[in-house]
């Protein structure tokens, strides 16, 4: 049985004519699956992310499959289904959490679970931050601000792009565990270089190096960096 959330085939994107970004990746995501998009700055994770959301448009692929429908990533239904939270967000920066939270939920159409927030806003320590802007925020705060508002949704695929930069120690500590229990709603897809998160939260990690994708590994309390690259040369 196919358990795939999203499945994507021979995807290209670029920025200049026949000057690929990402070249043939193909991937896939299943239900209830963490896993980590691996690779170095400037290997194209983020265009891969931006890609996926739709906000990247200069791409094209053979297949693209979400929950067993033919789609493409500007799909409304997709685009309810899924959310991205950036390494940088500087958007809606004079709204309070709770404007902006407010506002995501009636966008996707989802009701406020108060008490799984809660949760979210108290072992982050952000309590005391939720009736101040964004823009009086730290950078640590800010993740955290995006990152509870966007698995508060508990949509079926919530994307990361570099979520642990920024936190503090006990943030990245409790960032990796709602991670590992947000599987009871979805699936994650977490852009990384970071190997900590990678064993403390992921299942599987895909690597992308020179617009390039390896095969799908799985997460081993063992894995080192070394033994990823080694992966991806084969």
């Avoid at 020179?210 to 309390?221: E, F, I, Q, Y």
Wanted: glycine residues 6%.
């Amino acid at each position: 049985m196919n358990n795939n959330l999203l499945e994507v085939d021979n995807l290209k994107s670029r920025y200049e004519t026949d000057k690929n970004v990402l070249d043939g990746c193909a991937f896939s995501i299943e239900e209830n699956e963490i896993v980590a998009l691996v690779g170095s700055n400037g290997s194209g994770k983020t265009t891969l992310i931006k890609t996926i959301t739709d906000i990247h448009p200069k791409f094209d692929a053979n297949n693209i499959n979400f929950h067993g429908k033919n789609i493409d990533f500007s799909n409304e239904d997709f685009k309810l289904n899924r959310i991205a939270v950036f390494s940088e967000d500087n958007s809606f920066k004079y709204w309070t959490f709770r404007e902006y939270n407010e506002f995501l939920h009636k966008v996707y159409d989802r009701e406020i679970d108060e008490g799984y927030q809660n949760y979210m806003i108290e072992n982050f320590n952000f309590a005391q931050y939720i009736n101040k802007p964004i823009k009086e925020l730290s950078m640590g705060n800010k993740k955290k601000f995006f990152i509870i508002a966007a698995l508060g949704l508990k949509l079926p695929l919530v994307i990361l792009d570099e979520p642990v930069d920024g936190l503090d120690f006990e943030g990245a500590v409790f960032l990796y565990k709602i991670m590992r229990e947000y599987k009871k709603y979805g699936s994650i897809f977490m852009a990384t270089h970071i190997l900590e998160s990678i064993i403390e939260s992921c299942d599987t990690y895909i690597l992308l190096d020179h617009g390039k994708l390896s095969d799908k590994t799985t997460v081993n309390s063992d894995l080192t960096s070394k033994k990823i690259l080694q992966n991806f040369k084969g």
